[in-house]
């Protein structure tokens, strides 16, 4: 057994870890347990400071979870989506391939909660029907490879499956999504990064909610990704409690940047079934990107989005910088405006600028 695997089997998950560990009653960690399983293991358990803390939100299962229970269960209706199982093709040119169903943590805000932890829900049964769909889909050039994390499968495995999918000529790239940089970083060694670069291009997108999980543990792992050539970005989740400050993401994504780790997307957290304490108001979200976007680097920037049930997709929001619009001119406002007085602002109006054609600023 590797090391990250003795830290899963050593994971807080029993009922009565749970009472123990967090003083929670026996009634509501049972119940909790029926519902929606505890896996914390020591690497991510090491790293909560106090109870209640971003962390520990994230991880530890709470009572609140049982009192939205008539809340959407597939929010993304993402089973609609599935062609074949372990298939879910929402857009046209790629698809996310379900591999495991397992993770290294269970995080309590998780969208797929009802597949997550579920052998029988993705299965490796449903691998070769997958294949046979890609295959046969010559317009999906971009596989996602999604679970569960696809980083719970041994080296073996996964090589397999990579192997299988650089045999079908249209695939031109494979994104690995995974939480296991920041939730157990031991996972990523050597020998994984080594056996990774052989199927290039791959790119990895993680999941860092907040500043306390970039560690030296983390960090390494990230390096070792980047040091093979696996480009890694990051997708954050806006939730109450845990990162809803402007100050909190803005140190996030900075310290990201410094670690190799580019911002990618910031996702207002979507109604879940037992995750809906989590949820923020638009506004908070529009505050959190206003704080970014001109106050720090561009790279440290991820796109806004709310990420809409069904043919939905991800919507890109954005702050309203475009004040007025017509045939003659367009009214902008900058970042300082109504804040502080600039040289081309003296009062503290928006600027005025007469363009030929409105010129949009892409987030
Ligand atoms: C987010 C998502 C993707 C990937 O979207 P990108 O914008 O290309 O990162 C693909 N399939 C599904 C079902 C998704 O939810
Ligand atoms: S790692 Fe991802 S899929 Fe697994 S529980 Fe956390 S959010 Fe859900």
């Not at 209706?77 to 093709?89: L, Q």
Request: proline residues 7%.
């Amino acid at each position: 057994m590797e090391l990250w695997q003795e830290m899963v089997r050593d994971s807080v998950h029993t009922v009565d870890h749970v009472v123990e560990k967090f003083g929670i009653d026996r009634k509501t960690a049972e119940d909790l347990d029926e519902f929606f399983q505890a896996r914390i293991n020591p690497y991510y358990l090491s790293l909560i400071r106090y109870p209640g803390d971003p962390i520990w939100l994230q991880c530890v299962p709470a009572k609140v979870e049982l009192e939205d229970l008539d809340a959407e269960e597939d929010p993304l209706h993402e089973d609609e989506m599935s062609p074949v199982p372990n298939i879910t093709h929402r857009y046209p040119d790629r698809a996310l391939f379900l591999v495991t169903s397992q993770c290294g943590i269970y995080c309590r805000f998780c969208t797929r909660k009802r597949k997550v932890g579920d052998y029988e829900k993705i299965s490796m049964k449903g691998l070769e029907s997958a294949f046979k769909y890609l295959e046969q889909h010559t317009e999906i050039r971009d596989v996602i490879l999604s679970g569960g994390d696809p980083l719970m499968l041994t080296d073996t495995m996964l090589e397999k499956i990579l192997q299988r999918l650089r045999q079908i000529k249209h695939i031109e790239i494979i994104r690995l999504g995974t939480r296991m940089p920041v939730v157990l970083p031991q996972r990523i060694t050597t020998k994984l990064v080594n056996m990774l670069k052989k199927y290039h291009p791959i790119y990895c997108n993680t999941h860092f909610n907040h500043p306390w999980e970039i560690t030296e543990e983390s960090s390494k792992a990230c390096t070792l990704l980047a040091d093979a050539g696996v480009p890694v970005g990051n997708q954050m989740v806006i939730m109450k409690g845990v990162n809803d400050d402007p100050a909190v993401v803005k140190e996030l994504m900075q310290k990201l940047l410094r670690i190799r780790v580019r911002p990618y997307y910031m996702y207002m957290a979507d109604e879940t079934k037992g995750a809906n304490h989590f949820r923020t108001s638009l506004e908070t979200g529009l505050k959190i990107a206003e704080a970014l976007r001109g106050h720090t680097s561009g790279l440290a920037i991820p796109h806004f989005v709310i990420d809409a049930p069904g043919g939905g997709g991800k919507i890109p929001i954005l702050p309203n910088y475009v004040l007025h619009m017509d045939e003659e001119e367009i009214i902008l406002r900058n970042k300082t405006n109504g804040k502080k007085p600039s040289k081309t602002s003296p009062n503290g109006k928006p600027e005025r600028k007469k363009v030929e054609e409105p010129v949009l600023e892409e987030v």
